[in-house]
């Protein structure tokens, strides 16, 4: 689907729901496609994308980085503890944090590099045993954690079950980050983010609607 198609649905999702189009960014995620793709969307004037993995961002986007002006770049997959410097480096954003491990390990580089990605806890909202995240009923305790070391937490990440309404958890994770004063809600994809656009969410993560069906080679 053309970009322009995506973010003519954006718009019609905003005025929807009442609210500004400048506080819903979309992070193109451009995990598995080929680099000609990702390098005709960045041509169209798009700047935000969103990668699963360090070492393919590694790949990628130092080279963008010099082509182009203006990228942000999102890590939004599961991250190792060995792979948390690397992934400070390059990205302006880590959308999920969901152990102290991680956290403390984030803050120890952020004070040897001088600075830190936004941050953003990802929470288990459909409690699946094999998805990352925080569980909901630990949400709270965890955010404490994190804001104890001082680190620049924006907001809350989730991934609804693929069996599951998902708006019921957009407005869980919604629920969690309003009582815990965190406003930046990461949710929402190819499928669902107008629905999750309807429930809050500041940055929508959209992969295969802007770039087509991900080939795994
Ligand atoms: C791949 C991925 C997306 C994008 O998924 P689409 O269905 O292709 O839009 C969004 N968020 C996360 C965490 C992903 O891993």
Redesign the pocket.
Known sequence: MPLAEIQGRIVAACDAAGRNIADVNLIA?S?VQPNARVADVLKEGHRVF?E?KVQEAASKWPDFRTQFDGIQLHL??PLQSNKVKQAMQLADAIHTVDRSKLATTIARHAQDLGRCPDLYIQVNTGEEPQKAGVLPADADAFIAEVRALDLPLKGLMC?PPVDEEPSLHFALLGKIAARNDLSGLSMG???DFESAIALGATHI?????IFGE?VYG
């Open positions: 995620v995990k969103g699963n939004i997959g991934i994809m190819s499928s993560r959209v992969g295969s609607a991900r």
